[in-house]
């Protein structure tokens, strides 16, 4: 079957690091994909990986190990404003995505 | 660029009555596009795909004749919920896939919140 997990929530503090991990099993592999989504409203674009090793973007930066099934989305300097549900995505046969459940990040003053 | 609207933003409906919702590529062509729904605190789930020129795929569980799904153009494509009933208020998302962040990435619509009183 197909799987992607990831923690159900996670909390951290203003200024901090956060690393947010999730493994797939998956029948096709094109791509893993990271997205935000606040609390109402829809997911937007963070990363993508389709090659091991690291990507930064900023504060973010995601890493992906094909060989292990992982990767993990790296928030620095933490906002408040980054509290939010993090989403990770395979991007498997004919398009599609498939979801994890979200990691439901808060972040503390 | 990769932006994709939607209209409406919200609807509040009547029970048994029909609600259209739009998406739309602005800035790229999309022979697919994709209908999510989400629920309060649950993750996306996909409901179709839509293809220009051709039917939709539908997802195990969905009903094709209670969601209509008609992709006009390479920029628009429509969600019909029929017959709305109390049980189909949701959060209704698109997306369009395009080569934007690095790989065959999909870019969201705002979303829909549909109530069916």
């Known amino acids: 079957g197909q799987n992607i997990d990831q923690p159900t929530e996670m909390t951290a503090t203003e200024g901090a690091i956060v690393q947010i991990n999730c493994t797939y099993q998956?029948?096709?592999?094109?791509?893993l994909f990271w997205y935000q989504q606040h609390a109402g409203e829809a997911p937007t674009f963070l990363s993508y990986?389709?090659l091991d090793g690291l990507e930064e973007k900023g504060r973010f930066s995601s890493f992906l190990s094909r060989s292990k099934g992982y990767s993990y989305l790296l928030l620095k300097e933490l906002q408040m404003k980054d509290s939010a549900s993090y989403l990770c995505?395979?991007?498997?046969?004919?398009?599609?995505?498939?979801w994890g459940l979200g990691t439901s990040l808060a972040v503390n003053p | 660029g990769a932006v994709v609207s939607q209209h409406p933003s919200w609807v509040i409906c009547k029970s048994g009555t029909s609600v259209k919702i739009e998406c739309r590529s602005l800035?790229?062509?999309?022979?697919?596009m994709f209908w999510y729904r989400q629920f309060p605190k649950q993750s996306l789930m996909l409901m179709a795909t839509?293809?220009?020129?051709?039917?939709?795929?539908?997802e195990q569980g969905v009903e094709k004749d209670k969601f209509l799904i008609n992709h006009a153009s390479l920029t628009l494509s429509t969600l019909t919920v029929t017959s709305a009933h109390p049980e189909d208020s949701s959060f209704y998302i698109c997306?369009?896939?395009?080569?934007?962040?690095?790989?065959?990435?999909?870019?969201f619509g705002p979303g829909t919140r549909l109530t069916v009183l």
């Open positions: 995505a395979v991007s498997g046969n004919n398009r599609k995505l498939i």
């Open positions: 839509s293809n220009e020129g051709s039917k939709a795929t539908y």
């Open positions: 997306s369009a896939p395009t080569l934007g962040g690095g790989g065959d990435t999909q870019y």
């Open positions: 800035d790229f062509q999309a022979t697919t």
């Open positions: 990986n389709v």
């Open positions: 998956t029948s096709g592999f094109n791509g």
